[in-house]
Nanobody, 123 residues
Framework: QVQLVESGGGLVEAGGSTRLSCAASGRPLIHNVLGWFRQAAGKEREFVGV????????VYADSVKGRFTISRDNAKNTVYLQMNSLKPEDTAVYYC????????????????WGQGTQVTVSS
């Protein structure tokens, strides 16, 4: 079993930056693909980005491309989501997720989820 815990959310002004962290416990994430998703109030959860096992490649949703960056530190069993140039429409609960193999943008392909952290961007 893998337990994921997100942190770093909060209130940010539009145009600002923040970084989310997702720490894992239970077993190392070194062999897991790690993704970030988000869910705004009244909307379905959507894909934000995913990073490969090695950390050498990442895929992003068009809505965040060029503004968000995912990175991972396998030694610390942690994945990060750096969020820059934030917009009010980025307001959502952000979730990290892990799966055993193969990058995927589909939330139903992921086996483990964190509890989520709220990010609110004020205009």
């Amino acid at each position: 079993q893998v337990q994921l815990v997100e942190s770093g959310g909060g209130l940010v002004e539009a145009g600002g930056s923040t970084r989310l962290s997702c720490a894992a416990s239970g077993r190392p994430l070194i062999h897991n693909v790690l993704g970030w998703f988000r869910q705004a109030a009244g909307k379905e959860r959507e894909f934000v980005g995913v990073i490969s096992v090695s950390g050498s490649s990442a895929v992003y949703a068009d809505s965040v491309k060029g503004r968000f960056t995912i990175s991972r530190d396998n030694a610390k069993n942690t994945v990060y989501l750096q969020m820059n140039s934030l917009k009010p429409e980025d307001t959502a609960v952000y979730y990290c997720a892990a799966r055993s193999w193969g990058s995927s943008t589909n939330q139903y392909d992921y086996d483990y989820w964190g509890q989520g952290t709220q990010v609110t961007v004020s205009s």
